[in-house]
């Protein structure tokens, strides 16, 4: 049986506009996303991967309304959130949470980590009393691996990867269900960014957390993620189980971003399939008429300058979104 959505998105836009010269003008628009839709289930990972630019990190942030759509639906728990106003929204903050890219610069140096933890906590008025928020508190540095001595210790005290579960536990500290991880481990070195991936994946068994994990880093997404959807400039263009996503890619563009992991490239994909990623992502301002990889596809031919494909199901709830595949 279908396991519920804990979140649905259909058909979202995210237009930024953009006013020409120095009087004004006509209007022109970045589309950092433009029509993408999928679901997460309750307890599971959606990985979104592309390069950067490509519109990851605007989808995380539009879902937690930080940017107010400029079309489609977002549905969280069976309410349609992108209808909500500011303070329709408010009770769904404690429920939606996000972890950020940085962890240097999204603490703020001049609050103790207890403090940056129980902030939330007390513009939410959670557990009435200033010493019901120290004990939690402390019980989520635990949780994240960290020690009862760093509660009073300020955030240049700590290094990347601690700071950076010091942003778990400030995300934790409202009981979200739902987490956005936009890039949680790319400002990390590489010797701690399994150990980050770890503490994701165990909060998300003890506490049954769903998450939203945006990442360029393709092998990290295969690790942690249930389901993973492919983005390039605005749009979705390939969406499937993760295992049958690796095991059996098909759009152009996944197999040339799996071309540049050589890990991937060796243990899941006929080198002959793979094909080197060339040229630059074209603006979003001006996308390409048809297929938005077009200027790039090294197997575009006359129909893909012309229409867009749209993503189809190829079997098993495997969307693909190329006219050489689904024709
Ligand atoms: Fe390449 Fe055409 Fe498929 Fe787009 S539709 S990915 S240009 S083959």
Redesign the pocket.
Known sequence: MRKQPLLEVQDLKMYFPLRRGFFGGKISYVKAVDGVSFSIEKGETLGIVGESGCGKTTVGFTILKLYKPTGGKIIYDGIETHKLSAAEMFPFRKRMQMIFQDPYSSLNPRMTVGDIIMEPMIIHNLFGSAKGRVVYARELLQKVGLKQEHFDRYPHEFSGGQRQRVGIARALAMGPEFIVCDEPISALDVSIQAQVVNILENLQKELGLTYLFISHDLTMVRHISHKVGVMYLGNLVEYADTDELYENLQ???TKALLSSVPVIEDAFTPKADLVALQGDVPSPINPPDG?V??TR?P???EE?SVSR?QLKDIGGGHLVA???ITR
């Open positions: 759009h152009p563009y297929c990889f077009s596809c197997r575009a031919y893909c494909p190329c006219h050489l």
